[in-house]
């Protein structure tokens, strides 16, 4: 897949690795809200995939924090290339 900045809103499970990312939003409810603020995502917040393992986790940067999430929160987070 090939993604430009002109690239629609995707879900960050499906954005590229090594490529800095702006959080738009998520479709998760008010508990997955509080849970990814408690881990520094917000919207309009600019983050990075480090790396990507086998089972889908991800390792992201997010203000100079790397933190791992799951393949389901990820699929959450919806975030364009910038």
Excluded: N, W
């Excluded at 939003?25 to 309009?44: H, M, N, V």
């Excluded at 990075?48 to 799951?70: M, P, S, T, W, Y």
Aim: charged content about 20%.
């Amino acid at each position: 897949m090939i993604v430009t900045p002109d690239s629609p809103v995707i879900s960050l499970f499906l954005a590229p690795a090594a490529t800095m990312l702006r959080v738009v939003g998520t479709s998760g409810g008010c508990e997955f809200q509080r849970k990814i603020a408690a881990l520094g995502i917000y919207p309009d917040e600019q983050l990075e995939i480090v790396e990507r393992h086998c089972q889908g986790a991800l390792i992201i940067r997010v203000k100079g924090a790397r933190l791992a999430i799951g393949q389901g929160m990820s699929r959450k987070i919806k975030v364009k290339v910038i």
